[in-house]
């Protein structure tokens, strides 16, 4: 399993597009790169996924670099309810899902 | 419509009482899983089990035992509850085993005494 680094917490104010960078340097050619979003007091829900270059959704938009030892999932124009912690994971279908510690997001208003 | 659930969503009981987590999921999937969240709230895996077999064990007490009478529940007993059982427990399913994306149900609060 690719063990993932993504920063502890950010802050953002409403209105701005954020950025989360997750580091998975020894990222595995069958491995998958999968965002979750966690609200306090609610269980994880399932963001985004991609492969290589970028996925886009409703909700966010996920970049890898070609290299894919990195990505950054982007939301745009964040609002107060985008508050909650961001999990960055890294498997392939045969691994079992580890969540490591998440990026605690704060958009102040 | 609800696609995992769990009851309850509250739980306070003594140190040393057994009691009970039932979850359902009625998206159809295959596999269903049960998490621990702590107060430090690292999200860690229990069980899973796929087609009502145990296929993720993790290192859990024995006190802890998950019980599926079919692939649509999971239900998780726990025995003697302590102190350190508190948390919050996460039910999950996902169509594939293992890597697939995962539904997670709203959590129980178990809060030991």
């Known amino acids: 399993l690719a063990k993932t680094t993504q920063p502890i917490s950010m802050d953002s104010y409403e209105g701005q597009e954020v950025n989360i960078t997750c580091s998975h340097n020894n990222i595995a050619t069958n491995d998958y790169i999968t965002w979750y979003q966690q609200f306090p007091s609610q269980g994880p829900r399932f963001i985004i996924q991609g492969y290589k270059t970028k996925v886009t959704n409703e909700v966010a938009s996920l970049f890898i670099p070609a290299d894919r030892k990195s990505s950054t999932l982007s939301l745009p124009r964040v609002s107060l309810s985008d508050t909650a912690v961001y999990y960055c994971l890294v498997g392939s279908r045969d691994d079992k899902i580890i969540f490591g510690k998440g990026t605690r997001l704060h958009i102040l208003p | 419509d609800t696609a995992v659930s769990q009851t309850p969503k509250y739980l306070v009981t003594q140190m040393g009482n057994d009691k009970s987590i039932k979850c359902e999921q009625n998206?159809?999937?295959?596999?269903m899983y049960w998490y621990k969240q702590d107060s430090k709230k690292f999200l860690k895996i229990m069980f899973s089990?796929?087609?009502?077999?145990?296929?993720i064990n993790e290192t859990v007490p024995n006190r802890f035992s998950p019980k599926s009478p079919d692939k649509a529940h999971l239900n998780l007993h726990i025995n003697s509850l302590e102190l350190g059982d508190s948390a919050v427990y996460f039910c999950a399913s996902s169509q594939g085993i293992k890597g697939d994306t995962q539904y997670f149900g709203p959590g129980t609060r178990l809060t030991v005494l």
């Open positions: 998206l159809g999937h295959d596999t």
């Open positions: 089990y796929n087609n009502k077999e145990l296929i």
